[in-house]
T-cell receptor
Framework: KAGVTQTPRYLIKTRGQQVTLSCSPI?????VSWYQQTPGQGLQFLFE???????NKGNFPGRFSGRQFSNSRSEMNVSTLELGDSALYLC?????????????FGEGSRLTVL | GESVGLHLPTLSVQEGDNSIINCAYSNSASDYFIWYKQESGKGPQFIIDIRSNMDKRQGQRVTVLLNKTVKHLSLQIAATQPGDSAVYFC???????????FGKGTRLHILP
């Protein structure tokens, strides 16, 4: 079956702009979680959605938001971009939830903020 | 591929030898632990998991050991191959707040 698909794979934005990233989970998976990966901080949890509801949230400012649609596809949005938002954004889907089962990751969306 | 961590600890192992990657976890309430492998340019990939009611679990060429007394997790890879070159992350589920917490990662470098 198809894996987790993230779009776009690469994007460049300037400070102050906003960006929307998309994630299509594995068919049948209702949990989608998002992570930010940077060289300095490693993999950090952003939020998790399960059946269209935000189930958990990491310690990121309100500029970072997300949503999940009825088909389990998820989007995350970052508004008023800052240089420090440059990172690889990873989406993962899970059958049972991000904290109880195997996560299947996409290849990520690499965001560069200039 | 992208640089996952400029200051990651690195383990260099001769091809064919066994590799042991260690991880100290933080939350004594965590009851589920996972190892992930991340190759250059790709997302992390599940390797093996273990629940807190076990102290050892084996997969194909990999073994995870859990020592709850000292909050330590290790991943053993038998007969290391060039394809094992990657960054390895341990993760715990941090039961207190239901979040998955990733360690900083260890880069495994295979020597020919």
């Amino acid at each position: 079956k198809a894996g987790v698909t993230q779009t776009p794979r690469y994007l460049i934005k300037t400070r102050g702009q906003q960006v929307t990233l998309s994630c299509s989970p594995i068919s049948g998976h209702r949990s989608v979680s998002w992570y930010q990966q940077t060289p300095g901080q490693g993999l950090q949890f952003l939020f998790e959605y399960f059946s269209e509801t935000q189930r958990n949230k990491g310690n990121f400012p309100g500029r970072f938001s997300g949503r999940q649609f009825s088909n389990s596809r998820s989007e995350m949005n970052v508004s008023t971009l800052e240089l420090g938002d440059s990172a690889l954004y990873l989406c993962a889907s899970s059958l049972t939830g991000a904290d109880t089962g195997e996560l299947f990751f996409g290849e990520g969306s690499r965001l560069t903020v200039l | 591929g992208e640089s996952v961590g400029l200051h990651l600890p690195t383990l260099s192992v001769q091809e064919g030898d066994n590799s042991i990657i260690n991880c100290a976890y933080s939350n004594s309430a965590s009851d589920y632990f996972i190892w992930y492998k991340q190759e250059s340019g790709k997302g992390p990939q599940f390797i093996i998991d273990i629940r807190s009611n076990m102290d050892k679990r084996q997969g194909q060429r990999v073994t995870v050991l859990l020592n709850k007394t000292v909050k330590h997790l290790s991943l053993q890879i038998a007969a290391t191959q060039p394809g094992d070159s990657a960054v390895y992350f341990c993760a715990e589920n941090g039961r207190r707040d239901d979040k998955i917490i990733f360690g900083k990662g260890t880069r495994l470098h295979i020597l020919p």
